[in-house]
Every structure is written in structure tokens, then in C-alpha cells.
């Protein structure tokens, strides 16, 4: 039943011995040890284990790893290059565009894939785009103003 | 020279108080250094708790601060950081207060080898209570340190100053010394229990300026570790096999299936049986496989009758407060009005559902357990385990945020037992539905008002009954020469658990007084914002009434006056709070639109702007959700509210442009800032859809079905 899956995960070539039907949350959870992603209601509900897929935001709760056999996976631990971070990850911190943090990874992933897409997103393509993400503790604004000066960032090159 | 330190006859009466800790070995695990003991409630607290919780509080000091031999500045606290931004204001605190830089200052929270004993965090007393005496350890910590310099450097304390942690010699500003080097092979012990001479307010560098979340950083580049994200060698992932219903008993489970998955062991410990393995996967599949049969002894209520049941329950009834006599109150009233408000339950609904992860080392067990109450978990570990207290570690790592909810610490029991019965570290992370399931809700509720006002609208009588709500927030807060409370509890009338939920109480309260006061208001004619001013006398309510109201760029309208503006005001863990709001109605759906909410807080001294702004922004985001969608649907004991789909949270799509004031209070002692503003979301709403259509909604939730019935009756 087991066999061995392959892929990039945070540019890394990655080789795991292993049911191909696993879920890939916990996959990458507990045996890539990139803790993360999170759990949040194993249903695609909620967005707190979205992780990149080819640059597309997936989310991992409903994801057998054979799906990402042969693919670059992106996780939040692969967004900072050297140590410094994402554009996103900066613009999250410079907003405090997070309380308790436990849906900051997914939030993050999912706007990258956002602003991948659409480099100049309005406030109503960022709601749009990030609607299906919930965050319990209400730092909704601040995500916004985030997405929005990540974005125009990231378009003045980096 | 004020006399700062204890004489040593006072240190030895404190011995004992210190055993316990030394016990602990505190200071083994700690190093030298100064340490300030101190105890972060006042007598009356104290008292108060003993006779609630009917049983005497450890003898210990909660808390303590340490500085260290390379002067640095920690401090231990059974506190938790959960989103709600501690472990940036506190630091802010003792920064001042010791004249040390802010990055020298560092919190421990939560862990309870290190911090000793501390009851939880809730009810917003982290800074209104704990911050205080933290603050005058500091200043006694400081008053040490003056004393060593005094010494160290051959000078009157008069003669010294601080500045970053350097003492110099006002004299001869070459002659200096360093907290650390001052520090440096002592170990000093003090017990904070009078008042310290504390630092003059129009000093502070660092309170009362804005500071960005501290643990920021970890958290977008996903190092924050939670209490599943604990990597231990061996670790098993358990499920464990949980009811159908609240009230169904376990006659007969069938392991025989689960057992053939490879890798799958079972578990059955009385009523516990759970199944364990390497993956996680597997644990999910093989818990599907028990076969269980149940008998059902359920309570035969629901969502919809469940407020009957409240109000016919034989339940208690408490004079809360009472001024004049109601009856000639209704005697002289001009008008009565009477109503009948319904709340709902609600869930906590935190992202990160309960979580804990457990390991025993030879007879010592360590749970790294999401909860608000780690020193409650700890003592409810050692008991169902038979074991003594100080075996039992509990660390709390970063919490996927509470609301209350993470008060309940069922999860840290269930890791510890399997963990000690399968010899391996375990991890029990509760499902979406689990945390739905055992969510200790927030109460259903229903509270009964009966109001009389003069021709001047003057507000003669308030007669006011809540109902399971609990009594928080029912103060009557206008200006009313007739006025009772009668709160009713105590009978069991819930199905299931309920527990506090942000703010408990209030939110229901608050929805009842002000939508009350605006249905006077619009009765008698006048703007609800007036109405409330002509009958206030609290200078603090009209200040952020006043506030609001000009954020807002209000103007005076009777209601319903078609712009859909709403208005409601109250206090919370000692801070005044008005709220307004503009909604939009869609008066063919029923949907409500949120367009923007402003609100101005009087919460005392504020600590850190930019966390208590955030606060503000996350409690009326927050709030939109029991006003206009969350409700719990159950029959019996069983909860139909299994995930995201059914129990609708607030979303990007909701959110309104929010505008917020803090009066500026310097002067005034810190109050709460976690939860005043989200317990007026339900009347501001309320009002404010009255405002737009003419309709009156007496439940929230608000959902559009109720919008168009209420619509229809206008």
C-alpha cells in the first residue's frame, strides 16, 4: 500500500515512503515537520491549512499527498529567501494584521496566490479572493490593508 | 531616604510563603538575580474567591519578576498570550516603571514549573488587575536596585538616576553602574505586599504609545508553535470515540474492526476508548470502525422552545440592585413599555480547536495544553491521574485564541491518560466537530424589561428581569428614580455545557437595555442619542456618547428615520463603551449589511494603543456574528452545528469601515480592553435596522428570516 512520493516542497526535493492516501496537512504536519499549516476544520471550510500547489492555494485538509506527487509545494515556512521575508509577511507584521495567529499561515498563503494572479487587487478583489478565510479574532481590516501594500510592493519589483 | 526595602524580621515572616516556591526549585531552573514576589489581587479578591471557588487559594505569590545577572528583565505569570497582545503591553509596563529598554523585558506565560499559581485569564483582568501589581513589583524591583547603586557606588539613592538600565551619579555622571552588574552573584528575594511609590504618569516612555505585536514575527513565518505542533519522537495522534448527543450513555462499542488497521491501537479505559497511531490518518479511519451503541436520556428542548424552558424553570431570583419602588415608578409613568428579549447560544468557535499534547518522563508528566487555565488543568491532570501537583507540568504555548471557551481543559486529561497508557507521547487534537460538541456555550437567554416614561421622556420606571444571562452587565446605567434588578440562575436548564463566552452576560444585557431605550426613544419621539443624554448623569457614558457621536458625524433624527443608524452604549470590566452603527437592509433577502461602526471607549490608562485599537476592531468584528447569524441549533443534547457551513462566522464580505476613539485617561487606573467593545454590537445593529426599516427585533441572531418576519409585523 505504501510507495514513494516525490516532490518539491519549499524547493527542496522531497522523497517520503508512504500511503498515498494520507491527507497532505498531515503529511507535511508530522513527517516534513512543518507544523505551520494548521488544522482548522478538515473540511476546506475555514483556510488555515492552505498551502501553494504549482503556485495555486490548496487546501491541504482535503488533499491526499498523491496529489502533490511530482509537484512544488509551498508552505509558510518556504515564503522568506535568506531570512528575509515575504513581502506579505512584512506588510502582515507592519499592520498587526493578526491577533492569536493561528490562521496567519493560511491567510498568508492564500494571498500570495491572490496577488500571484492579480498583482493590483481593489479592496473588493482582495474580499473576494480571500473570503473563504476565516479568522476568528476579527483582524480582517488589517489583512486587507496588508494584501493592498504587499501588493504594491511587490509590483515596484522584489 | 524612603525606606524601600523590608527590614529582614519582615523577610522571615515571608519565608513561608516562599517554601512552596523554592520547592519548585525556582531558583534552580532560574539563576541569581533580584526576585519581586508579588500577588496580583487585592484582599477583597482574594475573599471573594475563596468563597466562590469554596476552597482557600494556594498560600504562594502569583507571580514574580526577576532581574537577571545580565540585567534583563523577566517576568513569570500564569497568564496566557492568546491573540489578545499581553506579552506586548506588560513589557511596556515594567520598561517604564524599571527605566530599562522595552526589548530587555521578557514574558513567561503559562508554564506552571516556572510561574507560579494563577487562577486563568479571563474577564480582561490581565491588565486591570494583574498589570497593577506587576507594575509595583517593578517599582519595589527598581527601589532594590537604587539601594545596590546607593551602595555600589558610595552615593545618597537621591543622588542617583536611571536612564536604560544605568545608574549614574547625578554628581559625577563617570560614576556608574549597570542593572546587571548590580545584579551580578545575588540573589535577592522580596514580597511585594504594600503599595510602591510609583512612577509619575507624565514620565512614561513607553505605556501609552503604540506597540506592534511582539510575537509577530513567528507568527507569519509559522515558528509560533501551538499545542499540536509539538514535535516529540514516537508520537502517537489519538481520536477518540465521542457520543452522538449530549446525554446518550455508551452501552456497547465494537473495537473488532478498528483493530484489524495496521498500525491502529485501541484503547478502552472505562468510558474511554480511543484509537492511536503513528498517522494521523489512520486514527481517523479507524475511529469511524467502532461499532457503538448508545441509550439516550436527553432533555427534550431545542432551539426553539428552549427559551419556555427558561423562563418556566424553577430557577432562583436575586435582587441584583434596586432604587425607589417600581410599582410607583408604573404609577407615575406616562407610558409603559414592556418587552421580552431572546438570546441565543452561542460558540467560541476559536480556529484552532482544543488541542494538548502529552509525555511522561519516569513519574513526571508534561501537557503542552491550549488553554486558558493552565494551573486549573494542572490540578485536574494530577487529580484524574492520582498524582501529586508538583508532578505534573503544564505548558502553555501559544493559544489559537479562547473568547472563554479555552477555560474548559477536557483535552489535556484525555492526552495525559492515553499518554500513560500507551507509554508514548500523545497528541489528541480535537476535530471541528469535537470542538463544536464540547464547546462550553455561551448561555440562551431571554431578558424582560418593563420601562414607563414621562411626557418629557424622562425615564420613571425600569423594572428589569434577565434570565440565565447572568448578571454582567445589567446595570440599569440611566439616570432612573425607579429602577430593580432581579437576575434568575441557578436551575439547570441547558442541555449541555455553557461556560463564559467574551464579555459574559453582557452581550445579552446590553442588546436588551438598548434596544429597549431606543424603542422608548422612538416611542416618545425623540432622537435616541438625546433621549439617552437627557436621562444619563454618568459624565464618563455622555463623554463617549459624545465621542461616538462626532467620530460618527451624527445628527439628531427621530427613528426610524431611513438612514439606517444605530446607536447603544454600556460598561464592561471598567470601561465605557458607545457604539454607532450604519447598516444597510435589504428588504427583499432580509440581509443585513454592516456599512461602517464607529466606537469610543473610556477603558481608564491605556497601556499599548495600537493593541486596544485592535481589540476595539476585533470585538465589532466579532460581534457582527451573534448579532446576525451565529446560533447553536440542537435537539436534546444533540448539536446540529457541526463546522464552518452551518455556523456562520464574519467574513472579509461583512466587514465595515470601523472608526475608533480611546479617551485620553492618563490619569486614571487601567481598565479592560479584550471585550467592552463587542457587548453593544447587538443592540447597534438592532437599533440600526430598526432605523432602516421600522422593524423591531427582539432575538438575536438577526437572521434574514427574522428580518422579514419582524418586517412584516411593522
Not at chain 1, 2 to 9: D, V, W
Not at chain 1, 20 to 49: D, E, H, I, S
Not at chain 2, 697 to 703: E, H, K, R, S
Request: glycine share 8%; hydrophobic share 40%; with cysteine.
Amino acid at each position: 500500500m505504501e510507495e514513494t512520493i516525490r516532490f518539491e516542497l519549499n524547493g527542496k526535493r522531497t522523497e517520503l515512503l508512504l500511503d498515498p492516501n494520507q491527507t497532505l496537512l498531515w503529511v507535511l504536519r508530522y513527517k516534513c515537520g512543518l507544523t505551520g499549516t494548521k488544522y482548522g476544520c478538515g473540511m476546506g471550510f475555514c483556510g488555515a491549512c492552505t498551502v501553494l500547489l504549482e503556485g495555486e492555494p490548496v487546501r491541504s485538509c482535503m488533499l491526499p499527498v498523491s496529489d502533490a506527487a511530482n509537484k512544488k509545494i509551498i508552505t509558510i515556512e518556504g515564503l522568506a529567501r535568506n531570512g528575509d521575508l515575504h513581502p506579505l509577511q512584512k506588510a502582515f507584521m507592519e499592520y498587526d494584521a493578526l491577533q492569536c495567529g493561528y490562521c496567519t499561515p493560511g491567510m498568508i498563503m492564500t494571498a500570495v496566490g491572490l496577488l500571484m494572479k492579480n498583482p493590483e487587487p481593489s479592496q473588493q478583489d482582495i474580499i473576494k479572493g480571500m473570503e473563504d478565510n476565516l479568522c476568528r479574532c476579527g483582524s480582517h481590516v488589517r489583512i486587507i490593508k496588508a494584501i493592498q501594500t504587499a501588493g504594491k510592493e511587490m509590483k515596484g519589483g522584489r | 531616604m524612603r525606606k524601600a526595602i523590608k527590614n529582614d524580621k519582615e523577610s522571615l515572616k515571608s519565608e513561608e510563603h516562599i517554601r512552596e516556591i523554592k520547592r519548585r526549585d525556582f531558583f534552580k531552573l532560574l539563576g541569581g538575580g533580584i526576585f519581586i514576589f508579588f500577588q496580583p489581587f487585592d484582599a477583597f479578591d482574594l475573599l471573594e474567591l475563596q468563597a466562590q471557588q469554596g476552597r482557600s487559594l494556594p498560600k504562594d505569590f502569583n507571580a514574580f519578576l526577576q532581574i537577571t545577572e545580565d540585567g534583563l528583565v523577566n517576568c513569570y505569570t500564569g497568564k496566557v498570550e492568546m491573540g489578545q497582545g499581553a506579552i506586548t503591553s506588560l513589557p511596556q509596563i515594567m520598561a517604564d516603571e524599571l527605566d530599562v529598554p522595552y526589548e530587555k523585558v521578557k514574558m513567561f506565560m503559562g508554564d506552571t514549573d516556572l510561574c507560579p499559581w494563577d487562577r486563568g485569564t479571563n474577564g480582561s483582568q490581565t491588565i486591570r488587575t494583574f498589570s497593577i501589581s506587576m507594575r509595583a513589583a517593578a517599582a519595589e524591583a527598581k527601589a532594590v536596585l537604587m539601594q545596590l547603586a546607593s551602595e555600589n557606588l558610595h552615593v545618597p539613592v537621591s543622588r542617583l538616576e536611571v536612564k536604560d538600565g544605568l545608574v549614574s551619579d547625578t554628581a559625577n555622571n563617570r560614576s556608574k553602574v549597570s542593572y546587571g552588574e548590580l545584579t551580578k552573584g545575588k540573589k535577592i528575594e522580596r514580597h511585594l505586599d504594600r503599595k510602591a511609590v510609583l512612577k509619575d504618569a507624565a514620565k512614561f516612555k513607553y505605556v501609552g504609545k503604540p506597540y506592534l505585536h511582539q510575537d509577530a514575527r513567528i507568527k507569519v513565518t509559522g515558528e509560533a508553535e501551538f499545542s499540536a505542533d509539538i514535535k516529540l519522537p514516537g508520537l502517537l495522534h489519538a481520536r477518540i470515540l465521542r457520543p452522538p448527543s449530549h446525554g446518550a450513555k455508551l452501552l456497547t462499542a465494537d473495537v473488532s474492526e478498528a483493530e484489524k488497521i495496521k498500525g491502529v491501537r485501541v484503547v478502552r479505559d472505562g468510558e474511554l476508548i480511543a484509537v492511536l497511531s503513528d498517522d494521523r490518518d489512520k486514527a481517523d479511519q479507524a475511529i469511524v470502525k467502532v461499532k457503538a451503541e448508545y441509550s439516550f436520556d436527553e432533555i427534550k428542548v431545542d432551539d426553539k422552545t428552549i427559551f419556555d424552558r427558561i423562563l418556566n424553570a424553577k430557577s432562583t431570583a436575586n435582587v441584583v440592585r434596586s432604587n425607589g419602588d417600581p410599582e410607583t415608578g408604573r404609577k407615575i409613568s406616562d407610558t409603559v413599555i414592556e418587552s421580552e428579549f431572546h438570546n441565543s447560544y452561542v460558540a467560541h468557535a476559536p480556529i484552532e480547536p482544543h488541542a494538548a499534547t502529552a509525555m511522561i518522563e519516569g513519574d513526571k508528566i508534561t501537557a503542552w495544553v491550549s488553554t486558558q487555565t493552565p494551573f486549573p488543568a494542572q490540578e485536574s491532570i494530577a487529580r484524574e491521574m492520582n498524582v501529586p501537583l508538583e508532578k505534573v507540568r503544564v505548558i502553555t504555548p501559544f493559544v489559537g485564541a479562547g473568547f472563554g471557551g479555552k477555560s474548559a481543559h477536557r483535552q489535556s486529561v484525555e492526552a495525559v491518560k492515553l499518554a500513560r497508557i500507551t507509554g508514548r507521547p500523545v497528541v489528541v487534537a480535537w476535530t471541528r466537530q469535537e470542538e463544536f460538541f464540547y464547546d462550553t456555550f455561551r448561555p440562551a437567554a431571554v431578558v424582560k424589561i418593563t420601562s414607563g416614561m414621562d411626557k418629557s421622556g424622562r425615564i420613571t420606571l425600569w423594572d428589569y428581569h434577565t434570565y440565565y444571562a447572568g448578571s454582567r452587565g445589567s446595570d440599569t446605567i440611566y439616570d432612573v428614580q425607579h429602577s430593580r434588578t432581579t437576575d434568575y440562575s441557578r436551575g439547570s436548564v441547558h442541555p449541555f455545557g455553557t461556560g463564559a463566552w467574551r464579555a459574559p452576560g453582557n452581550n445579552t444585557n446590553t442588546f436588551a437595555r438598548e434596544s429597549q431605550i431606543n424603542i422608548m426613544a422612538s416611542k416618545a419621539g425623540i432622537d435616541p442619542l438625546d433621549f439617552r443624554l437627557k436621562n444619563l448623569k454618568d459624565e464618563k457614558m455622555i463623554g463617549v456618547l459624545k465621542a461616538v457621536a462626532d467620530k460618527f458625524g451624527y445628527t439628531s433624527a427621530k427613528n426610524p428615520s431611513g438612514r439606517g443608524y444605530g446607536i447603544a452604549c454600556g460598561t464592561d470590566v471598567g470601561t465605557w463603551v458607545a457604539h454607532m452603527a450604519e447598516v444597510k437592509v435589504d428588504k427583499n433577502t432580509g440581509h443585513v449589511q454592516v456599512i461602517r461602526v464607529a466606537c469610543a471607549q473610556d477603558m481608564g490608562l491605556c497601556i499599548n494603543p495600537q493593541g486596544a485599537t485592535i481589540q476595539m476592531e476585533g470585538c465589532i468584528t466579532m460581534g457582527m456574528g451573534y448579532a446576525l447569524t451565529e446560533e447553536i441549533q440542537f435537539q436534546g443534547g444533540n448539536i446540529r452545528n457541526q463546522s464552518f457551513d452551518t455556523y456562520e462566522i464574519p467574513r472579509f464580505s461583512w466587514v465595515p469601515k470601523i472608526d475608533t476613539v480611546i479617551m485620553d485617561r492618563k490619569d486614571q487606573a487601567p481598565q479592560g480592553g479584550g471585550e467592552p467593545a463587542i457587548i453593544c454590537m447587538g443592540a447597534v445593529i438592532a437599533n440600526a435596522v430598526f432605523d432602516a426599516t421600522g422593524a423591531r427585533l427582539y432575538q438575536l441572531p438577526m437572521t434574514p428570516e427574522r428580518i422579514l418576519a419582524a418586517m412584516k409585523k411593522a
